[in-house]
């Protein structure tokens, strides 16, 4: 059972921003590491995005450096995913991820064990 829920996915154009947000309300949420991740069709599910549990750390995929932020707010338990500059290639189901991965595996799937339903986004004109 999903203890994470994706919100904020739709159509989006060309250039154009979407937000996506992650709740957890069942989740000691300050004690996690989260992570977005994408699938899109016939493709692997890849990593965008993780923000550390402690302190301000933020990684990104090189796909999406300098047009995606992602930001956590532990009052509220949830994590965002601004996505900016939208391209066709960011189509895809997101999905947020929970979990205390280590550096090697903060890019892997396999590091994270809570993940929500995911949220589709897609993109056209």
């Known amino acids: 059972q999903a203890q994470e829920v994706e919100s904020g996915g739709g159509l989006v154009q060309p250039g154009g921003s979407l937000r996506l947000s992650c709740s957890a309300p069942?989740?000691?949420?300050?004690?996690?590491?989260f992570g977005w991740f994408r699938q899109a069709p016939g493709k692997e599910r890849e990593f965008v995005a993780a923000?550390?549990?402690?302190?301000?750390?933020?990684y990104y995929s090189d796909s999406v450096n300098g047009r995606f932020t992602i930001t956590r707010d532990n009052a509220k338990k949830t994590v965002s995913l601004e996505m900016d500059n939208v391209k066709h290639e960011d189509a895809a189901v997101y999905y947020c991820?929970?979990?205390?991965?280590?550096?090697?595996?903060?890019?892997?799937?396999?590091?994270?064990?809570?993940w929500g339903q995911g949220t589709q986004v897609t993109v056209s004109s």
């Open positions: 923000h550390r549990r402690n302190g301000s750390r933020k």
């Open positions: 069942g989740l000691t949420f300050r004690d996690y590491d």
């Open positions: 991820a929970a979990g205390i991965p280590i550096l090697s595996t903060l890019r892997l799937d396999t590091g994270y064990r809570v």
